[in-house]
Every structure is written in C-alpha cells, then in structure tokens.
C-alpha cells in the first residue's frame, strides 16, 4: 500500500500562483510514475503532470509553460508549482502513485483543493 497526502491548495486571485506538495509513503518501491491530477465541478479527472521514476517528467497542454513538478526523495514528497492561474484552474488536484505493472494510477491522495477568482 502506498499512502499519498497533498496540501497547499487554497483560494487565490487571477494571475497568481500555488505550490502543492504529496508527501507519499509505504510500499514506494514498486512505484513506476506519480502523476498530478485535478477534477473540475462536473468534469472528468485529467492528469496534468507526471514524473516517472527515472525523473522524466510530462504535462498537458492545458497547463505546459505555467506548471512545473519537481521530487525531493529525501523527503518522499513531489510538487508542483502552478504560475499564472486561471479561473479555469479552478479544481480538486490529486496526487497518485502507478505501480510496476499497471497502465492506470492505483494509490490517490484526498485531493487539495484549488479555487482561482477573476
């Protein structure tokens, strides 16, 4: 079992910016890839970011040029530091672990949740 706990979401105006951090924890060795993902009111989840064990890192278009994942493995944590945020930024972001061997992410955070004002 991998345990996954995200923070640093909040309210914050047009334009600003956030960093949201998972600690993870547990079984990690069997994990491949975490990703970042977020749920707006009445849409499907999208996967936004992922780094893969190996440090290579991927983002949507929908946010490429404004976020930005990075790992500290001493401290079992991932981030992401979203700039420029947009009212349609707005939604629960989740953190989620891929073990050696799936195609889909198995382990999730409880999700942070970010709201930007215009």
């Known amino acids: 079992q991998v345990q996954l706990v995200e923070s640093g979401g909040g309210s914050v105006q047009t334009g600003g910016s956030l960093r949201l951090s998972c600690v993870f924890s547990?079984?990690?060795?069997?994990?491949?890839?975490m990703g970042w993902h977020r749920q707006a009111p009445g849409e499907q989840r999208e996967l936004v970011a992922a780094?893969?064990?190996?440090?290579?890192?991927g983002y949507s278009e929908s946010v490429k040029g404004r976020l930005t994942l990075s790992r500290d493995s001493a401290k079992n944590t991932i981030y992401i530091q979203v700039n420029d945020l947009k009212p349609e930024d707005t939604a629960v972001y989740y953190c989620?672990?891929?073990?050696?061997?799936?195609?889909?992410?198995?382990?999730w955070g409880q999700g942070t949740q970010v709201t930007v004002s215009s």
């Open positions: 780094i893969a064990s190996g440090g290579n890192t």
């Open positions: 547990g079984t990690i060795d069997n994990i491949n890839a």
């Open positions: 989620a672990a891929r073990a050696n061997g799936q195609d889909l992410y198995k382990y």
